[in-house]
């Protein structure tokens, strides 16, 4: 597991060409939990979720930056990636 400053790693995804690590804040006295979810695909990142809210244990949001990681995955791969418009590399 990585961390960085006061985030750490608590759980990684290989899932083909996407790689998923979803870190949230350690340390929390008052039981508040925030995070993201970095997707990276083919090792280039392509997109940080956050976790927005404040009502959520460490499992919830674990399952929420999943739910959310795995919904952009499928969005990405229905689209075309072709075309002039720049947002298409990768």
């Known amino acids: 597991m990585r961390t960085s400053a006061n ?7 290989d899932r083909e060409a996407w790689s998923v690590g979803i870190f949230l804040i350690t340390g929390s006295s008052d039981g508040f939990v925030a995070g993201h979810a970095d997707l990276h695909f083919d090792g280039e990142h392509v997109c940080r979720i956050a976790l927005a809210g404040q009502h ?7 399952s929420v930056l999943e739910g959310k990681a795995d919904a952009f995955m499928i969005s990405w791969e229905s689209r075309s990636h072709a075309g002039d418009t720049g947002l298409a590399e990768l």
């Open 7 to 13: 985030l750490l790693e608590v759980k990684h995804l």
């Open 56 to 62: 959520y244990d460490q499992a919830g949001a674990i």
